[in-house]
């Protein structure tokens, strides 16, 4: 079982900046790619930011060049900071992270519950 607890939402004026954090636990064998997504009322979830164990990170063309995604693989963690925030960034944002149970099983996907975002004067 893995848990993913996300936490460091809140309320942003326009332009500022906020950064939110997902920490893993539970019994397993190793972390693959760890992910942000987004949902906002009434749109589909959509994928912000990865980044692989080794560091390897994309972005969604929206948020490239104002988010930076980063990991603690010791403290099985990831971050979003977020920058130059816009009222369009508002949104629910949930950590995704695969997970490898065991060392022979395959991938599983996880997710957290979700921190609201809310970018707004």
């Known amino acids: 079982q893995v848990q993913l607890m996300e936490s460091g939402g809140g309320l942003v004026q326009p332009g500022g900046s906020l950064s939110v954090s997902c920490a893993a636990s539970?019994?397993?064998?190793?972390?693959?790619?760890m992910a942000w997504y987004r949902q906002a009322p009434g749109n589909e979830r959509e994928l912000v930011a990865t980044?692989?164990?080794?560091?390897?990170?994309k972005y969604t063309d929206s948020v490239k060049g104002r988010f930076i995604i980063s990991r603690d693989n010791a403290k099985k963690m990831v971050f979003l900071q977020m920058n130059s925030l816009k009222p369009e960034d508002t949104a629910v944002y949930l950590c995704n992270a695969d997970v490898q149970l065991r060392t022979w099983s395959p991938l599983s996907t996880s997710w957290g519950q979700g921190t609201q975002v809310t970018v707004s004067s």
């Open positions: 980044i692989t164990s080794a560091g390897n990170t």
């Open positions: 539970g019994n397993f064998a190793r972390i693959s790619t």
